[in-house]
């Protein structure tokens, strides 16, 4: 629910990454689009590797391009 000010790294490669590219896990991870790839289910879904959630792709962008 709060807004981070500080933009966290990715969880995979360790980089920071600009937050509109990041997508969000409930357990408060971050993935960057390139390491989001692998961790894809299908289309839709990706696997949390921290907590193994499964996560909207959509959803767990905290930006969304209009
Ligand atoms: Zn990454
Ligand atoms: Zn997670």
Do not use: Q
Not at 1 to 8: E, V
Not at 19 to 24: G, S, W
Not at 38 to 46: F, I, Q, R, V
């Amino acid at each position: 629910m709060s807004i981070k000010t500080t933009p966290p790294n990715c969880y995979i490669c360790g980089k920071k990454t600009e937050v509109d590219k990041l997508h969000y896990c409930i357990c408060d991870i971050a993935v960057c689009e390139k390491c989001l790839n692998p961790l894809k289910k299908n289309e839709k879904t990706w696997i949390c590797p921290n907590c193994k959630a499964e996560n909207n792709i959509e959803k767990s962008l905290l930006f969304r391009k209009t």
